[in-house]
């Protein structure tokens, strides 16, 4: 008969056939369904045949004392709760019994409420052991996803500072344009570091309302404002002992700036509304797509926040200043995206990927690759064809304005208005065409009141 895995099940090994039967009539309900063995050989063969969440092994059966079953059943499954129960207890018998394997004991008689107990408390034991599994996957997984793809030449600096940065626990500065990979760097610092099983939270500064970073990064009290019905952890807090990574930092307000540059010297937060300073314990690793320098001097950013932020500083060239980069990456991404589909890149292709300026560095090139993968069916990729078949935006001049000389504005936001008519008003790709990050193609749209333009397709 075929079980219902959405049941938890559990097997009463025991020769006491009223208490199997209590237990049975206890236990057996929509989440639970109970399966008795009188025997050792029995409960093995069930072990064998089902999964078993929990076992209730008696310590003296017909053919066998219960401790020698507790190898046996964890050989049929390593995640089985077994909870020992014996009507003559003794402190030697439960040490034995826990070195064989078992995760509880009882002595006899015992309540049937003192067992649900017992039993809820090895089904929570056994969940909480599958999230860290689950967790230890995705960071494994994440792990590997963060390998920096490289040839010979400008990147091997970067990956210097990386280990050093690695070692260290010291504030990053990563930099460079957008679609370089600055989030992949700061992965790979993360993952590459002692701090590689606690958390890596990343959190764009210009995708959130300004009025709402501060409550995002520090937290609140209920009440604190309107809308904060219960306390809340900011991602200070929620990195805590891992590492915070703070994208596109140049657009941080002024006054937040301010607040950070305390956090990293102090080490602690105020929630918004709060009384208590709580210390928090995160590596901070922040990235900006634009000149920080020049924001000193337009007043726009902190030169003390800066100088506190760059410790490390890491600059990630353009693709276009390391093609020698580009064979490795195309394999990697074909390696990736093309699973089980056998395919090849010549030498012809790479050549005219090299000669490509890349405007959309790496990330331009996967999506690319991605896009090849797709729409072209042989074994031979020609990702270039898409490169020349795609239709560029027109320069800048010969978008009309009214004035003779117009602002920069003006042009800009005209500019924007006929991208986003050319693409239909499909954001992600109006962005990509102008070789500006999205969050940076929202902003651009909000201040320009150009909402209302085409769709909001992303």
Request: net charge neutral; hydrophobic share 40%.
């Amino acid at each position: 008969m075929k079980t219902d895995k959405s049941k938890r099940n559990i097997l009463v090994i025991d020769d006491d056939k009223v208490f199997c039967d209590a237990v049975k009539d206890y236990f057996d309900s929509e989440t639970s369904e109970v399966f008795v063995a009188n025997t050792g050989a029995d409960g093995l063969a069930i072990c064998s045949q089902r999964r078993v969440e929990v076992v209730l092994l008696d310590q003296k059966l017909p053919d066998a004392q219960g401790i020698s079953l507790c190898p046996p059943i964890l050989k049929q499954n390593d995640q089985t709760k077994i909870i020992f129960v014996t009507a003559y207890p003794s402190f030697d018998n439960a040490v034995e019994a826990i070195k064989a394997g078992a995760s509880d004991y009882l002595s006899k008689p015992f309540e049937l409420e003192e067992l649900e107990l017992a039993v809820e408390q090895a089904l929570r034991m056994l969940e909480l052991e599958r999230i860290e599994q689950l967790q230890s996957y995705k960071d494994d997984k994440e792990n590997e996803e963060t390998v920096l793809i490289h040839g010979h030449g400008r990147f091997d600096e970067v990956l210097k500072l990386v280990d050093l940065a690695a070692s260290a626990d010291a504030p990053v500065l990563i930099t460079g344009n957008t679609g370089t990979g600055k989030n992949v760097v700061a992965r790979s610092i993360h993952y590459k570091s002692s701090a590689k099983r606690k958390a890596f939270i990343s959190v764009s500064c210009a995708a959130l309302p300004e009025n709402l970073i501060e409550a995002e990064l520090f937290g609140h009290e209920k009440g604190a404002f309107t809308g904060a019905v219960t306390a809340r952890k900011g991602i200070f807090e929620l990195a805590e002992g891992g590492t915070l990574f703070l994208d596109e930092i140049g657009a941080m307000p002024l006054h937040l700036q301010s607040k950070l540059l305390g956090v990293l010297e102090d080490k602690k937060i105020r929630r918004i509304g709060g009384e208590s300073i709580r210390p928090v314990d995160a590596r901070i690793i922040a990235a900006s797509n634009t000149d920080l320098e020049k924001a000193i001097k337009n007043k726009t950013f902190r030169d003390d926040l800066y100088y506190r932020l760059s410790v490390i500083r890491i600059h990630i060239p353009p693709l276009m200043d390391r093609p020698q980069d580009i064979p490795k990456l195309c394999d990697f991404f074909i390696h990736k995206m093309a699973k089980d589909r056998k395919v090849t890149l010549p030498d012809s292709e790479l050549s005219r990927l090299m000669e490509y300026k890349w405007p959309g560095n790496v990330r331009e090139l996967k999506n690319v690759i991605e896009r090849s993968l797709i729409i072209q069916k042989g074994a031979v990729l020609k990702p270039s064809e898409l490169l020349k078949g795609s239709t560029p935006l027109p320069p800048p001049s010969s978008v009309s304005v009214e004035d003779d000389v117009a602002t920069l504005e003006k042009v800009e936001k005209k500019y924007i208005r006929y991208a986003l008519g050319k693409f239909s008003g499909n954001y992600t790709q109006t962005a990509r065409a102008l070789g500006i990050s999205l969050s940076t193609m929202k902003r651009k749209i909000r201040r320009y009141g150009l909402t209302g333009t085409g769709s909001k397709a992303t």
